[in-house]
């Protein structure tokens, strides 16, 4: 199994870091300037590597450069408006599809993570190279800590991952997650099982829940306490410790500590995919409101508080998530991304805030294919005075008679994952 730190000694030697536009990006990411940056010079620095990207990427691939000139846009002056006449829906990366995006010179020895498959479609696959993989595990941890409020200290604390460790292949959730803790020296434990792998099927109907992890996790001292799971997991735990009656919960607690599950100092609770997959599911508010009768969690002093909740919205196309923490920010891409909303019926740029429009997401930063999509999904923005200058709203997804029937993103597959294990 390929390691955290090799990822990153193997994105350091990568080739393409020949490149200026390549070796720029890397050295931005790996760097410490991007969060403490004003949201004016980000904005700046952003529409910088806009026209960069476009031009590097005309000098890596034919196909590139000619859909360039057939759209009538020069890289050298390329405005938010070209990016977003460029962006392709997700439906166009299942199966094989990502292929024709691929620069000529892409380098071998990635990884390729795929949509769960569940709706009978071929699932979207998206290729990492060794630097985008690299870049991909440095950009989400910074931006999960700045979210967060706080760093992840090395070697402190235990995580629990509703998910089975297979998945760390699969999913790049999961992959984030797992490279992320493994890099800094965290305990990760995971609370799913898959059963029967050689059998016919998607794993999400072989999963089971490992409860050794669990309990190894409820029972541990180790603080600060990460919980990572779709939604449907916190609405299920809060579910059956509700069911509970007094004799079970007083036997429940002697064997566990829980209910409640107290994450200590630092705690907290990691959504994956917000409020979708998942027919029972009550409003994320609710969900979080009825988390916190059972989820406690401290601040790093000691002092009790409500437990955050930090919900991630994660693509299988996307290198880098857009992370909320309740309460406290609505969703924030990476400061490098270009996320924007496109009118549901034009597919144009839409400039007005408030206005509910389909999420549009361009990563300067991925190397090997020009990552700028559209998932799917319907979100508002509004104004922040965060470094971003924006954040994002999650309201719905792009219904059938809309003209949408894409694979949901990889927080629904969570979510039918916990279904399966309930």
């Given at each position: 199994m390929?390691?955290?730190?090799?990822?990153?000694?193997?994105?350091?030697?990568?080739?393409?870091?020949?490149?200026?536009?390549?070796?720029?990006?890397?050295?931005?990411?790996?760097?410490?300037?991007?969060?403490?940056?004003?949201?004016?010079?980000?904005?700046?620095?952003?529409?910088?590597?806009?026209?960069?990207?476009l031009?590097?990427?005309?000098?890596?691939?034919?196909?590139?450069?000619?859909l360039?000139?057939?759209?009538?846009?020069?890289?050298?002056?390329?405005?938010?408006?070209?990016?977003?006449?460029?962006?392709?829906?997700?439906?166009?990366?299942?199966?094989?599809?990502?292929?024709?995006?691929?620069?000529?010179?892409?380098?071998?020895?990635g990884?390729?993570?795929?949509?769960?498959?569940?709706?009978?479609?071929?699932?979207?696959?998206?290729?990492?190279s060794?630097?985008?993989?690299?870049?991909?595990?440095?950009a989400?941890?910074?931006?999960?800590?700045?979210?967060?409020?706080?760093?992840?200290?090395?070697r402190?604390?235990?995580?629990?991952?509703?998910?089975?460790?297979?998945?760390?292949?699969?999913?790049?959730?999961?992959?984030?997650?797992?490279?992320?803790?493994?890099?800094?020296?965290?305990?990760?434990?995971?609370?799913?099982?898959?059963?029967?792998?050689?059998?016919?099927?998607?794993p999400?109907q072989?999963?089971?829940?490992?409860?050794?992890?669990l309990?190894?996790?409820?029972?541990?001292?180790?603080?600060?306490?990460?919980?990572?799971?779709?939604?449907?997991?916190?609405?299920?735990?809060?579910?059956?410790?509700?069911?509970?009656?007094?004799?079970?919960?007083?036997?429940?607690?002697?064997?566990?500590?829980?209910p409640?599950?107290?994450?200590?100092?630092?705690?907290?609770?990691?959504?994956?995919?917000?409020?979708?997959?998942?027919?029972?599911?009550?409003e994320?508010?609710q969900?979080?409101?009825?988390?916190?009768?059972?989820?406690?969690?401290?601040?790093?002093?000691?002092?009790?508080r409500d437990?955050p909740?930090?919900?991630?919205?994660?693509?299988?196309?996307?290198?880098?998530?857009?992370?909320?923490?309740?309460?406290?920010?609505?969703?924030?891409?990476?400061?490098?991304?270009?996320t924007?909303?496109?009118?549901?019926l034009?597919?144009?740029?839409?400039?007005?805030?408030?206005?509910?429009?389909?999420?549009?997401?361009?990563?300067?930063?991925?190397?090997?294919?020009?990552?700028?999509?559209?998932?799917?999904?319907?979100?508002?923005?509004?104004?922040?005075?965060?470094?971003y200058?924006?954040?994002?709203?999650y309201?719905?997804?792009?219904?059938?008679?809309?003209?949408?029937?894409?694979?949901?993103?990889?927080?629904?597959?969570?979510?039918?994952?916990?279904?399966?294990?309930?």
């Amino acid at each position: 199994m390929t390691t955290a730190e090799e990822i990153m000694e193997r994105g350091a030697r990568s080739a393409l870091l020949n490149d200026p536009y390549v070796r720029r990006v890397w050295e931005l990411i790996n760097g410490d300037s991007l969060f403490k940056m004003s949201t004016e010079d980000l904005a700046s620095l952003r529409a910088s590597l806009r026209r960069e990207a476009l031009q590097y990427f005309a000098r890596h691939s034919p196909y590139y450069a000619e859909l360039f000139e057939r759209l009538e846009i020069d890289p050298a002056k390329a405005t938010l408006h070209d990016v977003a006449k460029l962006a392709i829906p997700s439906d166009m990366l299942r199966g094989e599809g990502q292929k024709r995006f691929l620069i000529q010179d892409v380098e071998e020895g990635g990884e390729s993570f795929s949509s769960s498959g569940t709706t009978g479609k071929d699932p979207v696959r998206v290729y990492r190279s060794p630097v985008d993989l690299a870049i991909m595990l440095k950009a989400n941890t910074d931006l999960f800590e700045y979210v967060y409020g706080d760093v992840l200290k090395e070697r402190e604390g235990v995580a629990l991952f509703m998910a089975a460790p297979e998945l760390r292949y699969k999913l790049s959730f999961v992959a984030f997650v797992h490279l992320t803790l493994e890099k800094k020296g965290i305990e990760l434990l995971y609370g799913m099982d898959l059963e029967n792998k050689d059998q016919a099927g998607t794993p999400w109907q072989k999963l089971v829940p490992n409860r050794e992890n669990l309990l190894k996790f409820l029972k541990s001292k180790k603080e600060p306490k990460l919980f990572f799971t779709a939604p449907a997991g916190v609405h299920i735990m809060c579910q059956r410790f509700e069911g509970m009656g007094v004799g079970k919960k007083l036997a429940y607690r002697m064997a566990s500590g829980a209910p409640p599950v107290r994450l200590g100092k630092g705690g907290v609770v990691v959504t994956g995919g917000g409020s979708k997959g998942f027919a029972d599911l009550p409003e994320y508010p609710q969900l979080v409101s009825n988390g916190r009768r059972h989820f406690l969690s401290q601040d790093r002093s000691g002092k009790v508080r409500d437990t955050p909740f930090m919900d991630v919205l994660g693509m299988t196309e996307t290198l880098t998530a857009l992370i909320d923490r309740f309460g406290v920010m609505d969703k924030v891409p990476h400061p490098l991304s270009e996320t924007f909303l496109l009118d549901p019926l034009t597919f144009e740029l839409l400039e007005d805030d408030g206005a509910e429009g389909v999420l549009g997401i361009f990563n300067p930063f991925t190397t090997s294919w020009l990552e700028v999509f559209y998932p799917g999904d319907i979100m508002t923005c509004h104004p922040s005075p965060g470094l971003y200058g924006k954040e994002f709203v999650y309201k719905r997804r792009l219904s059938v008679k809309e003209g949408w029937d894409l694979q949901r993103a990889c927080g629904g597959t969570l979510e039918e994952m916990m279904g399966k294990g309930q």
